[in-house]
């Protein structure tokens, strides 16, 4: 069965410290992965995905992510967290086209 | 183009009220998708058209729901006999045949009272 799972619920950091927001994946075929943020009450933005090739994803914003077949995963990070940066991020995994299987969602919460 | 809206924005009703969302995707976009999402949660898929055609339901849609995308390009969502648990974010997404990536709009939430 199809499956994303996001084990941290929400994580604190620093403004400027490092992020790393884990992403793991079950899937039966070769996946297209996804993260989206979400602020408060908005819909979804796409940060970055991974289709093919490079296994080291860039996206907007400073975020990249990288894709591990051996570990079913697919990490954000961002090597500066700026406070706008506060928002709920989802993990996501999709194939030919159709629905998109999300994770439960990471809150990020940035502290000045 | 903005981009996929939805109208409305928010909507709160009685139970046991018929609400209708709608959702207009980016243009040339031949696909369409239908997402909720309860509080904590991620999106959780309902339905998606190809142009339309609707192609698959999900098992959360219950015959208490319908949507239709009649000319192919706008879509409308409607919930019938609205209860206490339909109460949720509904996103809307479209995308290009051939392109994976799905684009979000806003969200409808929807409180029922």
């Known amino acids: 069965a199809q499956s994303v799972t996001q084990p941290d619920i929400h994580i604190t950091v620093s403004e400027g410290a490092s992020l790393e927001l884990r992403c793991n994946y079950s899937?039966?075929?070769?996946?297209?992965l996804f993260w989206y943020v979400q602020s408060p009450g908005q819909g979804l933005q796409l940060l970055l995905k991974?289709?093919?090739?490079?296994?080291l994803v860039q996206g907007i914003k400073g975020f990249e992510a990288e894709f591990k077949r051996s570990q079913s995963s697919f990490n954000l990070r961002k090597p500066s967290v700026h406070w706008s940066d506060a928002a709920e991020y989802f993990c996501?995994?999709?194939?030919?086209?159709?629905?998109?299987?999300f994770g439960s969602g990471t809150k990020l919460n940035v502290k000045p | 183009d903005t981009g996929v809206s939805q109208d409305p924005r928010h909507k709160i009703t009685k139970r046991g009220q018929n609400v209708t969302f709608r959702c207009d995707p980016i243009?040339?976009?031949?696909?369409l998708y239908w997402y909720r999402q309860t509080l904590g949660q991620g999106p959780e898929f309902l339905t998606y058209?190809?142009?339309?055609?609707?192609?698959?339901k999900s098992r959360l849609l219950s015959d208490r729901f319908s949507a239709e995308r009649p000319k192919g390009s706008f879509s409308t969502l409607e919930i019938q006999r609205t209860e206490q648990g339909d109460s949720a974010m509904y996103l809307c997404?479209?995308?290009?045949?051939?392109?994976?990536?799905?684009?979000f709009g806003p969200g409808t939430r929807l409180l029922v009272l």
């Open positions: 996501a995994v999709g194939n030919n086209f159709n629905k998109f299987y």
């Open positions: 058209f190809q142009n339309e055609a609707q192609l698959e």
């Open positions: 991974y289709f093919s090739g490079d296994t």
């Open positions: 997404a479209s995308s290009f045949d051939g392109e994976e990536t799905q684009y």
């Open positions: 243009s040339e976009h031949n696909r």
């Open positions: 899937y039966g075929a070769t996946p297209y």
